[in-house]
């Protein structure tokens, strides 16, 4: 079960540890918004990019799965949650399932509040929707979904590409758009997060409403 405590007052809200920067500009979409605690479902929380968010560009998701925990203790006291965020996919991966069991397990015993965020296959899979905005991101027509049906990227009546990475990598080659880990921050900065279906961001989600829940903002105003 996922619980809320109140934290320190000397103590940030909440320390993500990602795996590239591509996830960090992710979370700076989705964060950046205006009220996005609103769309999150869930009380405010600050979040501070320069602050809150650690990149392991050397290990990557390798380097988070081994040494998560590790990266983390020079954070513990300072902040009163923790999140992990990488990739499933990557040489020698055990599986989301392991990845997520492996880092908790080594968290336990220094965080009392945290959440390990495994994305599965990897972030790319946070991006599809059938939303116009990817369409004016990507600078490819609006039917892109129709032409990644066809080329075989994206069967009908699925929710997202069965490989996430290879359809963004088609659309981009097809309309010659260079790849920027900034445009993951300008995907989520505009795509519907409750439209979102993924597993892990919901799973994320679901730690953020219950670490900082909406109904408490309301009761101490009432």
């Given at each position: 079960?996922?619980s809320?405590s109140?934290?320190?007052?000397?103590?940030?809200?909440v320390?993500?540890?990602?795996?590239?920067a591509?996830m960090?500009?992710?979370?700076?979409?989705?964060?950046?918004?205006?009220?996005?605690?609103?769309?999150?479902?869930?009380?405010?929380?600050?979040?501070?990019p320069?602050?809150?968010?650690?990149?392991?560009?050397?290990g990557?998701?390798?380097?988070?799965?081994?040494?998560a925990h590790?990266?983390?203790?020079?954070?513990?006291?300072?902040?009163?949650?923790?999140?992990?965020?990488?990739?499933a996919?990557?040489?020698?991966?055990?599986?989301?399932?392991?990845i997520?069991?492996?880092?908790?397990?080594?968290?336990?015993?220094?965080?009392?509040?945290?959440?390990?965020?495994?994305i599965?296959?990897?972030?790319?899979?946070?991006?599809w929707?059938?939303?116009?905005?990817?369409?004016?991101?990507?600078?490819?027509p609006?039917?892109?979904?129709a032409i990644?049906?066809?080329?075989?990227?994206?069967?009908?009546?699925?929710?997202?590409?069965p490989?996430?990475?290879?359809?963004?990598?088609?659309?981009?080659r097809?309309?010659?758009?260079?790849a920027?880990?900034?445009?993951?921050?300008?995907?989520a900065?505009?795509?519907?997060?409750?439209?979102?279906?993924?597993?892990?961001?919901?799973?994320?989600c679901?730690?953020?409403?219950?670490?900082?829940?909406?109904?408490?903002?309301?009761?101490?105003?009432?």
């Open positions: 079960m996922i809320s109140p934290r320190s007052s000397s103590q940030r809200d320390v993500f540890l990602v795996a590239d591509g960090e500009q992710m979370l700076r979409g989705f964060f950046g918004r205006e009220r996005f605690h609103q769309s999150l479902r869930c009380g405010p929380f600050s979040f501070d320069a602050l809150d968010v650690i990149v392991d560009t050397q990557r998701d390798p380097g988070v799965y081994l040494r590790q990266i983390l203790s020079a954070y513990e006291g300072r902040y009163a949650h923790a999140v992990v965020m990488l990739d996919a990557w040489e020698g991966s055990p599986g989301a399932v392991a997520r069991d492996d880092i908790a397990e080594r968290m336990k015993g220094s965080w009392e509040r945290f959440a390990v965020v495994v599965d296959p990897e972030l790319e899979a946070w991006v929707q059938d939303s116009p905005h990817l369409a004016q991101v990507l600078k490819c609006p039917d892109f979904r990644l049906e066809r080329s075989g990227h994206w069967p009908a009546n699925t929710l997202k590409p490989d996430p990475k290879a359809a963004l990598d088609h659309l981009r097809r309309y010659r758009v260079k920027f880990n900034a445009d993951f921050g300008k995907l900065a505009k795509i519907s997060v409750r439209h979102c279906q993924d597993a892990a961001f919901n799973y994320l679901d730690h953020l409403r219950a670490w900082f829940p909406a109904n408490a903002v309301t009761s101490e105003h009432s």
